[in-house]
C-alpha cells in the first residue's frame, strides 16, 4: 500500500514536473478507467436521481437570474434618467426663482407706474378743472365768445370737449351717483366742459356757430344723455339739455337737432329720468319743438303719439312749481296740436 501510494505520488511529482514542461500530466491507465467508469455510471445514474422539477427549478433559477440582471440594467438606466431629470429639476426651479423675483420686481415697478400715473391723473384733473372752470366763467361773457369765434379756436376746444365728454360718460356706471358729483375733479372738470358748450349756444353767434360748423357735437350731446343712466350724475344732464335748448332758440339750430332722429325718443325717456331739473329742461326742449311749424312737418305724427301725452301728463301733478308749470303748458300745446294748426295755442318760450 506504501509502495503504491509512493508510486502515486512519484508519478504525480513526475507528472508536476511533465506539466511545467509541456502541460500534460501523465496517469495510471487503472486511474483512467475507473475515472472514465465513474463518469459513466453518473450520467446513467443522475437522470434517476434529478427530477423534472429540480430540473425545472434550475432552468427558471437561470431564467429569474437573466430577468434580475435585465432589471439591473434597467434601474441603472432609470437611475441614470432620474438624475437627469433631477438635474433638470434644479436648473427649472432656479430659473423658475429667477422668474419670480424679476416678476416681483416688474409688480412693484407697475405699482410705482401706477401711483405715478394716478398721481399725473389728479394734477391734470386739477388743472382741468380749474382751467375749464374759469373758461365757464369767461364764457358768460357774450365778448369772450365772438372773441373766441373771431380767433378760430372754438372748433378744436369743442373737438376735445365733445371726446372728453362721450369718455368720461362711457366711463360712468350706477355707482357714480350725485352725492359725490360736486367734490370730484374730474366731475367738476366735465361739468365746467358742459357749461362752457352751454354758454357759447347761449350767444347768438354761438349758436348759429354750432349748428353750421359743431353738429358732431350736437349728435354727441343727444347721444350722451341717452347712454346715461337715469338718476346719474342729473348736473350733466342739465348743462347738456341746456346746451340743445339753446342751440333750439334758433331756428337754423333747432332744424338742425330736429333732423336727428333720436330728439323725440330721447325726449321721451329723460321725461322719466326722475331728476325734476332734467325732466324741466326736456319739457323746455320739447317746447322749443312744438313752436316751429318746419320742424313739426318734418317730425309729422310722432308728436301725437299718446305715449308722450301720457308722460307730459304726469309732469302736471308735480310737487315742483316750475316743473308743474311746464308740464301744463306742454301739455295744452300737444292738445292743441292734436286739435290741427288752426286752433293750436302758442306760449311764449321761457
Same mark, same amino acid.
Given at each position: ?280 329742461? /326736456? &319739457? #323746455? @326742449?320739447?317746447?322749443?319743438?312744438? *313752436? !316751429?311749424?318746419?320742424?313739426? =312737418?318734418?317730425? %309729422? ?20 312749481? /316750475? &316743473? #308743474? @308749470?311746464?308740464?301744463?303748458?306742454? *301739455? !295744452?300745446?300737444?292738445?292743441? =296740436?292734436?286739435? %290741427? ?10
Amino acid at each position: 500500500m506504501a509502495a503504491s501510494l509512493s508510486g502515486n505520488w512519484l508519478g504525480l511529482c513526475h507528472g508536476s514536473n511533465s506539466r511545467k514542461q509541456d502541460d500534460f500530466v501523465r496517469v495510471r491507465k487503472s486511474d483512467l478507467e475507473k475515472l472514465t467508469t465513474e463518469v459513466m455510471q453518473l450520467r446513467d445514474f443522475l437522470p434517476r436521481v434529478l427530477k423534472g422539477d429540480l430540473i425545472e427549478t434550475l432552468h427558471e433559477a437561470r431564467t429569474a437570474q437573466t430577468v434580475k440582471e435585465q432589471r439591473a440594467q434597467e434601474q441603472q438606466q432609470l437611475r441614470q434618467e432620474c438624475l437627469h431629470l433631477e438635474s433638470r429639476l434644479d436648473a427649472v426651479q432656479t430659473e423658475c426663482q429667477k422668474e419670480r423675483e424679476e416678476k416681483l420686481l416688474l409688480r412693484e415697478q407697475l405699482w410705482q407706474s401706477g401711483a405715478e400715473l394716478q398721481q399725473q391723473a389728479d394734477f391734470c384733473s386739477d388743472l382741468g378743472s380749474a382751467a375749464c372752470s374759469l373758461l365757464w366763467s369767461c364764457s358768460s361773457s357774450e365778448d369772450t365768445v365772438s372773441r373766441w369765434l373771431t380767433d378760430a379756436k372754438l372748433q378744436s376746444f369743442l373737438q376735445v370737449a365733445a371726446q372728453t365728454l362721450e369718455s368720461f360718460v362711457r366711463s360712468l356706471d350706477e355707482g357714480a351717483k350725485t352725492q359725490t358729483e360736486d367734490h370730484n375733479k374730474e366731475h367738476q372738470f366735465v361739468l365746467a366742459l358742459a357749461g362752457t358748450i352751454t354758454n357759447v349756444a347761449a350767444v347768438a353767434c354761438g349758436r348759429d356757430f354750432l349748428s353750421c360748423l359743431a353738429r358732431d357735437l350736437l349728435d354727441t350731446l343727444m347721444k350722451l344723455l341717452e347712454l346715461m343712466t337715469p338718476g346719474v350724475f342729473p348736473k350733466l344732464k342739465v348743462l347738456m339739455l341746456m346746451a340743445l335748448y339753446n342751440v333750439s332758440i334758433s331756428v337754423k339750430g333747432l332744424k338742425c337737432i330736429s333732423e336727428n332722429p333720436g330728439l323725440l325718443p330721447l325726449i321721451w325717456t329723460l321725461l322719466d329720468d326722475g331728476d325734476w331739473e332734467v325732466c324741466l329742461h /326736456s &319739457l #323746455r @326742449l320739447l317746447q322749443s319743438v312744438l *313752436l !316751429e311749424e318746419e320742424v313739426l =312737418l318734418l317730425l %309729422g305724427s310722432s308728436l301725437l303719439d299718446p305715449d308722450l301725452q301720457a308722460r307730459v301728463s304726469l309732469l302736471t301733478s308735480s310737487e315742483r312749481p /316750475s &316743473l #308743474r @308749470l311746464a308740464a301744463q303748458h306742454t *301739455l !295744452e300745446d300737444l292738445l292743441a =296740436l292734436q286739435q %290741427g294748426p288752426q286752433s293750436k295755442h302758442i306760449h311764449s318760450k321761457p
